[in-house]
């Protein structure tokens, strides 16, 4: 006759006794949110690089319609001194038309014909050695009627302000996030304790250790934890997808921006799936060394 199988014992202390499933879905909610938040964060780094650098790369001149001047004449003066400085790349003006547009939004389309609407000329700049802007401001001004210089360095303090307060909110609520679900794992803990009460005296009266039945408990927490970062990761990174194929109304730049964070070019796209996939990790940790340090607390209070 063959010897029966021989059964592996099941854990001292019993699965199906303070379960873990709440505690399993509402830390898979805090990932999720974590993700969220992590996005965000990348999106705003990614819009305030993008806007930054192609302020960087162009600046504007402006010249109004004075009275007794002739604007075209004043734009070729302010081209051919634009052109040959130092620095500059190329310059383009900006078709009247185009400027109209511009302020549409604020003055309406039947009150732009009569007004003296200022030309604009684009210019770009070499990256490598840029122009004294000074020097140019006081060029165009001199020659030109009406002219001024606009280097967008106030446009670009803005952004860069605005970003910072967007950034310290997106980091306010990943702490939060993070509080949260140690305060969750903590309650969680006690509610497994109080359940497995009866099994935690018997081990004590045997002589068990307060280490040893707390490892017993926090791998349940370890893989609820895991499990729960994996979701929350999963559910991140399907909400970015969704939100990458609505491409219509006024959803598209938002599309586009969802896109970017899956799809960006490999280096960009390894930095923001590491931060993602940072989430589950981060959840395991605080779920493992969390409810260790609660639950030996917790165990000595017992005695």
């Known amino acids: 006759m063959s010897a029966a199988p021989r059964r592996r014992p099941g854990p001292i202390i019993p699965t199906g006794v303070g379960s873990l499933r709440s505690f399993t879905v509402t830390m898979a909610v805090m990932c999720y949110l974590a993700c969220l938040a992590i996005g965000a964060l990348i999106l705003i780094d990614r819009a305030v ?4 650098s192609g302020l960087a790369r162009e600046v504007t001149v402006q ?25 500059v790349a190329s310059a383009k003006v900006i078709p009247r038309k185009t ?31 840029p ?4 020097a140019l401001a006081e060029a165009l001004k001199a020659g030109v009627k009406g002219a001024s210089l606009d280097t967008h360095r106030h446009w ?8 910072g307060v967007l950034s310290l909110l997106s980091y306010a609520v990943l702490a939060l996030i993070s509080i949260s679900a140690v305060a969750i794992v903590i309650v969680a803990t006690r509610s497994v304790l109080d359940a497995n009460r009866p099994v935690v005296d018997v081990l004590h009266l045997v002589g068990a250790r307060d280490g040893y039945i707390s490892r017993q408990i926090d791998r349940r927490f370890l893989r609820s934890g895991l499990w729960a ?11 970015f997808f969704l939100l990458g194929i609505v ?4 959803g598209a730049s938002l599309a586009d921006a ?11 796209s390894a930095v923001s799936y590491g931060l993602l996939l940072s989430v589950p990790v981060a959840a395991t940790f605080i779920s493992l060394v969390t409810s260790r340090l609660a639950l030996i607390r917790m165990l000595r209070n017992v005695l």
């Not at 690089?49 to 930054?52: A, G, N, Q, R, V």
């Not at 004075?66 to 400085?85: M, P």
């Not at 547009?101 to 050695?129: C, F, M, T, Y």
């Not at 970062?229 to 909400?239: D, K, N, S």
Request: no cysteine; charged share 20%; net charge positive.
């Open 49 to 52: 690089d993008s806007w930054t």
């Open 63 to 87: 010249i109004k319609p004075l009275r007794g001047s002739d604007v075209e004449k004043e734009i070729s003066k302010a081209l051919k001194i634009v052109t040959e400085f130092p620095g």
């Open 99 to 129: 400027s109209a547009k511009l302020l549409e939004p604020w003055l309406g389309k039947s009150s732009l014909a009569d007004l003296p609407i200022p030309r604009l000329i684009r210019v770009s700049i070499d990256p490598a050695a």
């Open 131 to 134: 122009p004294d802007f000074g």
């Open 156 to 163: 670009q303090a803005e952004l860069t302000r605005m970003a």
């Open 229 to 239: 970062g994996l979701t929350g990761v999963l559910l991140g990174l399907a909400t």
């Open 247 to 250: 491409g219509f109304g006024s």
């Open 258 to 268: 969802s896109r970017s964070l899956l799809f960006a070019p490999p280096r960009a």
